[in-house]
């Protein structure tokens, strides 16, 4: 199949978020199953700085672009799939965050930048931008790119669209005059286009106008049709079940791999656990805390803001540092949540360290380095460093929401008899639950080492690898554009609202009800 991948942001060329990882991942698995698909991206000065060989395939003139726009083609760093850069300097060339100003605020513009992004991407979709390659699929993420289906639905002759949700609390949201002044079609400010309770939703004119609709997790798709998830659009949704899926994300398992990892202290894998310890002496040492086995070393490694829990780990440090227990933390996010997290630190030099940003080697070095991760997100819609942890050897505790309950078991008189468990996990969003959580990974690290161990051993031996949700992937692309599926399909990775007549290429096992 030919398939245009369309993205805000893509790893290794820029990233702010699991977005990243995901655009950088999953059209490199689909290529490996033989399909032409190209990402394309908007052509920010840290994009363009890792890009090379590039090429001009035409120069457009869209709405909200004075200037002639580029369409750049090459291919992603380091893999053969297709690249295209969205060119128009007075939209994207700006340094640092691509929807931030320095100061953590929006930049004033985003609807002007990204409506000019949509209207390029349709360009790129009908086949007039680069005349020799039309694809059969537009695949779009986030708001960012929501005008895409939107303004595709307009056009009788088209590819399909799916759009994917990655997190339904960025809305991509503008007062009603924006709409105006973006020079849409009139006939998407309706209740089936882009108006939300008379505002302008970039989110909305994806989930309404695409041909199907997906997340990144089974439990993630069923939690945004209620109205503690759906940001009131779970009224949508609901109406949109039938074409609404959830597929999880898979893991760049050549990127996070602790048998080949170059960031890591010392190498090591599921058959030389051994090696895992001096790891965790290398991340104690780096970060001034007291060296040795005993102690459960904990991390966190996700943005500081009250989405992810983080008011609820700080509310437990007092109770927590009174066992012998240790966090390593890494992210950036919500200025009074660093100052806490920082004055913490002052007051627990030996048991807490904070780094504030974010780091590549350290966040490998954290997941290699740790005993368990922390994951106390109030939603996480799939979720990719308990995968990481999994992979490392060290055990998850998480929220059992959106894909970490569909990632993580929990250890319980059951799990531990059958050797299931990977992890523990709590289902209630108070401090009080977060704590008890912790406790009891402390109390199994020290009751058993060898339990512990077989703990460890069950995580690392789960595949989380993305060949098997590419497949899912190509599975429903198919499905979408009535292509017969060839090849016998992998165990089921997701779920699908209530069931189409469009979709009864997957099983029956795969749909929620």
């Known amino acids: 199949m030919d398939i245009l991948f369309c993205t805000s942001e893509a790893y290794p060329l820029i990233k702010t978020g699991g977005l990243a990882d995901v655009s950088g991942s999953l059209p490199k698995a689909l290529h490996a199953l033989g399909h032409d698909v190209r990402i394309v991206l908007p052509a920010y000065p840290e994009v363009l700085q890792h890009s090379a060989g590039l090429t001009t395939v035409a120069e457009l003139t869209l709405v909200g672009a004075t200037e002639p726009v580029e369409i750049l083609a090459g291919h992603l760093a380091g893999s053969e799939v297709g690249l295209y850069l969205v060119n128009s300097p007075a939209h994207f060339r700006r340094p640092g965050n691509p929807y931030l100003q320095d100061d953590g605020s929006d930049w004033p513009d985003n609807a002007e930048r990204f409506a000019l992004f949509a209207r390029a991407i349709v360009a790129l979709a009908l086949g007039q931008a680069d005349r020799d390659w039309k694809p059969e ?58 108006e939300f309770h008379g505002q302008l939703s970039f989110i909305k004119g994806g989930i309404a106008c695409a041909d199907h609709i997906s997340t990144v997790s089974p439990t993630y798709a069923k939690e945004i049709c209620t109205s503690a998830f759906g940001y009131g659009l779970e009224g949508l949704l609901q109406y949109r079940s039938n074409d609404l899926i959830g597929i999880l994300n898979g893991m760049d398992s050549d990127t996070w791999n602790p048998a080949t990892d170059l960031f890591i202290e010392r190498t090591y894998n599921v058959h030389h656990l051994q090696h895992k310890l001096a790891n965790k002496l290398a991340l104690q040492r780096d970060h001034g805390l007291p060296r040795g086995a005993q102690p459960l070393l904990l991390g966190y490694i996700g943005r500081l803001v009250e989405q992810k829990g983080v008011d609820l780990m700080l509310a437990i440090l007092d109770a927590l540092f009174r066992h012998p227990v240790q966090l390593v933390v890494l992210g950036s996010g919500e200025q009074a949540l660093e100052q806490q997290l920082e004055a913490a630190a002052q007051r627990y030099p030996h048991q807490l360290a904070v780094h504030t940003g974010y780091d590549e080697r350290l966040a490998h070095r954290i997941e290699a380095g740790a005993d368990a991760l922390l994951m106390p997100s109030r939603y996480e819609p799939c979720g990719l460093n308990q995968m990481y942890s999994l992979a490392y050897g060290t055990v998850p505790i998480v929220h059992r929401t959106g894909g970490l309950a569909d990632t993580v078991v929990d250890l319980n008189e059951r799990s531990a008899r059958d050797y299931s468990a990977t992890g523990f996990c709590f289902d209630d969003t ?50 979408m554009c009535g292509i017969e599926n060839d090849v016998e399909a992998p165990p089921q990775l997701d779920s699908i609202a209530h069931g189409t007549a469009l979709l009864d290429t997957l099983t029956p096992e795969s749909r929620i009800h």
């Open 430 to 479: 108070t401090p009080e639950a977060v704590l008890e959580a912790c406790e009891r990974a402390l109390s199994y690290f020290q009751a058993s080492r060898i339990d512990w161990w077989k703990l460890v051993i069950t995580g690392m031996k789960k595949d989380f690898s993305w060949p098997a949700s590419a497949a899912r992937y190509l599975d429903l692309y198919r499905a």
């Open 137 to 194: 699929l537009v695949h779009c993420n986030d708001w960012q790119t929501g005008l895409v289906p939107a303004l595709l639905s307009l056009h009788r002759e088209r590819p399909a669209t799916l759009f994917s949700i990655h997190n339904l609390s960025y809305q991509g949201l503008f007062p009603a005059e924006t709409f105006r002044t973006l020079r849409l079609p009139e006939s998407l400010w309706s209740i089936d286009g882009v």
